[in-house]
């Protein structure tokens, strides 16, 4: 389906328990993506991965459980300065790591 929508801007996986970190690196790859929300979907870690995404201004990972100070980095790593809103709200793992990251 995301090959067939290489132009895609907005995408909301809103509570998609079978999604995979396999399935982020797909999305990671959509040059044209500038949204992506990623609301209580739990089983994702690799967020770093959304750093090859030129676009992205926006992420929403609210609700998810295991995002963890080091993604939280890696995301600030890859994304930079180009990201103009990231939704961390009821992510309990985010820790002060994730903080001076950003």
Do not use: K, N
Request: proline share 5%.
């Amino acid at each position: 389906m995301l090959a067939a929508a290489p132009g895609l801007e907005f995408l909301d996986v809103t509570r998609c328990p079978e999604l995979t970190d396999a399935t982020l690196a797909r999305v990671a790859a959509l040059e044209g993506l500038r949204e992506l929300v990623c609301y209580a979907d739990a089983g994702l870690g690799a967020y770093g991965l959304l750093g090859r995404c030129p676009r992205l201004r926006r992420l929403d990972c609210t609700g998810s459980r295991t995002l963890g100070g080091a993604a939280v980095a890696a995301v600030a790593a890859a994304a930079g300065p180009r990201l103009e809103e990231l939704v961390l709200s009821w992510c309990p793992a985010v820790d002060d790591a994730g903080a001076v990251a950003l």
